[in-house]
Structures are given as structure tokens and as C-alpha cells.
């Protein structure tokens, strides 16, 4: 049954939608990590029914490995709290427990744990307790998330989900519409997600709808929308998580001016293969500021204010604002030595944001490569 077809039904059908495989062949290595052996004996022994959710489940079937371990618990949140506390020995406080969430991390094992429970309060009057865990995949923004893993083996799959994992097909679990409605930030994480994990285009359709919800990007808390954006900006290829976005209009909607394309930050994709190393995200926000419709002051102002920055955030970005305008392939020697000096270790985010303005990033490659090395001396 096409999970596009499972939309708003009612509990029973779609319990019926998921599918399970038990002793599914997985390699999970993190399932054999001595914390998570550990909290898994300790649920046990207090009679707790758990799954692993979401993205490590995810990710293991497609081979990746997972730092971040997703646990979905059968429990209310107060004795999560409890057992925790007591025979764990954690700060349960860490996390965020208006939404049912503990986070623990243990010699730099990460665990999210989820109490169903706090997650299911708002449908737990037509959904059993019992089934809380099967009709918790149904809860989740995406079909390639809708996967769980039980501590036997058992993998869960909702709907479409395996089939979507395979095809790098990225959709909603429920009606599109609803599914941003019931949590707008979706609209950001749906390009992230496309840019990681999808294989095939997106659907024309879908896109369409995604632009007509737009404004629910209103609803989404300060902390949210800078959290969502702050990965966006930390993307292993954030050209193709931007530009769509950028094409679609929703950096128009987000930041309040029109962004003429992110090509830059393509070129600037070339020069971290050439130099086999990640520029850090104000290198790429201000090339996105610098292809807005509006003066790149004016931008970052707006940008600052939108993603809470400091003052001294607020004045490293605009002295490299300054130092881009100034900087060119060919640039003299006092030139560079002044900027450097005025700079200090943001001299080489300037010349990042410059290089990747340049028409040709090959041929200018050893300007801006001396410039680089003269920044480190």
C-alpha cells in the first residue's frame, strides 16, 4: 500500500500499515556500543518496552553509521525520570521535557530517549497505550524516518518507508499539508533531508504545496527556525540544500529579501575539494547575503536579528563584509598585510568569501592558496 495513500486514517488501518520483520539482517554497531547494552538491561529490568527510532535506524540501512542513538520509550515521562535518575544516575534535566525528551551522553555515546507517552498524549484517547509504540512511527515528518528497530531484532517499517530509503525518495508520512502544519519547521528539514538522502528529484506537486504553506513558517518558535537553519548552513553541500530552497522562495519568506541564486556557494563547494577541508558557516551565509536583492548590510542586519547573533558576532561578519570588497586576486601586498591585521584569524574567511566569488576558482586557486598560507604565518 503507497504511503500516499495513508492519509488521516483512522487508528486501526494505520497500525495495519506497519510492517514487521523479525531477525531483519542489519549491521547495527551501535547496538553493541556497552552503553547502549547497558540501557537497554536497565528498561528490562524495570519492564519497559523500547524501539530505536528514526535516523540511526535509517542509517543503518543504508550502511551509514549513527553517532546519534534514538530510543522511543513505553513509559511516562516521570518514571523515565525515575529509573533514570536512580540506576543510571544522569541529569535527567538534559533534553527537552515538555516534548518528552532525555538526553544522555555517555563516553561520547549519544542517546535521545523519547517517552511515547508525552508524544501521544494529545491522541491517547482513541490510541490504546499498548500501541503506542507502533502508531509512534506514524507521528514522525518523513517516510524515511518512519523506521524503528526493536532490541530483538525486530525492524518496523511504516508504510512506504523501506521503499523510500531505497529509491532516496523524500516525502511526508501523512497529508503533506497537515504534516507542515503540525510542525512548520518540516518545510526547512525537507531540503535538508532532499540534499542528504534523496536519489530522484522532488515531486513537482509536492513543492507546490510546500510553497502554498509557506506562511505556517511563521509559527515556528525563534529557537527552532535558528536551530533548523543553522544545518542548513552546515550541510555537506549546502548549494544543494540552499538553492532549492532559494528557487522555491522560502529564503525569500524566511529572511525578508530575495536571494538571486547561491552559485557561490557551488564554486565554493570546488575550493573545499581543492583545499579537503569544510568552511566554516559564516564563510557560506555571507555568500548567501551577498546574492540578496538588498544591501549586504542591510542583509546581514536582517539576518543577524532573524538568527539571534551577538555583538561580536554581528561585528566579525561585518568587518568581513568589508575586507571581501576590498580583496581581489591580485591585491597588493599592504592591502592583504592590512586586512590580515585587521582581521586577524577571519582573515581567511574573507578570502574564502572572495575566492568563491571568482568566475574561475582554478585559475585563481593559487592567489588566494599564497594569500591562505600567508594568513596562517
Known amino acids: 500500500m503507497a504511503l500516499s495513500s495513508l492519509r488521516n486514517l483512522p487508528v486501526a488501518e494505520i497500525i495495519s500499515a506497519l510492517h514487521k520483520y523479525p531477525d531483519y539482517p542489519l549491521d547495527v554497531p551501535w547496538l553493541k556500543w556497552p552503553n547502549t547494552q547497558r540501557l537497554l538491561a536497565l528498561f528490562a529490568k524495570h519492564g519497559i518496552e523500547v524501539r530505536f527510532v528514526g535516523g540511526c535506524v535509517r542509517d543503518a540501512l543504508l550502511g551509514v553509521s549513527a553517532i546519534d542513538i534514538d530510543i522511543a520509550v513505553h513509559a511516562p515521562m516521570e518514571e523515565l525520570n525515575r529509573v533514570l535518575a536512580q540506576d543510571w544516575i544522569v541529569d535527567t534535566k538534559q533534553g527537552n521535557p515538555d516534548f518528552g525528551l532525555i538526553s544522555i551522553e555517555v563516553d561520547g555515546n549519544k542517546f535521545d530517549i523519547l517517552s511515547t507517552f508525552v508524544r501521544l498524549a494529545a491522541v491517547a484517547d482513541i490510541v490504546p497505550a499498548e500501541q503506542f509504540l507502533d502508531y509512534y512511527l506514524y507521528t514522525g515528518d518523513f517516510t524515511i524516518n518512519a523506521v524503528a528497530l526493536g532490541p530483538d531484532g525486530t525492524l518496523y517499517s511504516y508504510g512506504s518507508a523501506l521503499e523510500d530509503i531505497r529509491a532516496g525518495r523524500i516525502d511526508f508520512i501523512k497529508d503533506s499539508a497537515q504534516s507542515i ?50 544545518k542548513c548552513f552546515k550541510a555537506d553541500e549546502p548549494y544543494a540544500v540552499l538553492q532549492p530552497m532559494a528557487e522555491l522562495g522560502v529564503l525569500q519568506y524566511v529572511f525578508g529579501f530575495e536571494v538571486f541564486g547561491c552559485e557561490p556557494l557551488l564554486q565554493l563547494q570546488r575550493i573545499e575539494v581543492m583545499l579537503e ?101
Open 277 to 377: 577541508k569544510k568552511t566554516p558557516p559564516s564563510v557560506r551565509l555571507l555568500l548567501v547575503i551577498l546574492q540578496a536583492d538588498l544591501l549586504p548590510e542591510r542583509a546581514l542586519t536582517r539576518i543577524s536579528d532573524l538568527l539571534d547573533f551577538s555583538v561580536d558576532n554581528r561585528a566579525v561578519l561585518q568587518a568581513l563584509l568589508e575586507a571581501v570588497s576590498e580583496l581581489e586576486s591580485d591585491s597588493p601586498a599592504e592591502t592583504i598585510a592590512a586586512l590580515q591585521e585587521k582581521l586577524g584569524p577571519a582573515f581567511a574567511s574573507s578570502v574564502l568569501v572572495r575566492w568563491a566569488l571568482e568566475e574561475d576558482v582554478e585559475a585563481t586557486a593559487p592567489a588566494y592558496r599564497a594569500m591562505l598560507v600567508r594568513g596562517k604565518a
Open 181 to 230: 502544519i503540525d510542525s512548520p519547521n518540516r518545510i526547512i528539514r525537507f531540503f535538508r533531508f532532499q540534499a542528504a538522502y534523496g536519489k530522484v528529484p522532488s515531486d513537482p506537486d509536492l513543492l507546490q504545496i510546500i510553497k502554498a504553506q509557506l506562511p505556517q513558517l511563521d509559527n515556528v518558535l525563534p529557537f527552532m527556525l535558528q536551530l533548523e537553519l543553522n
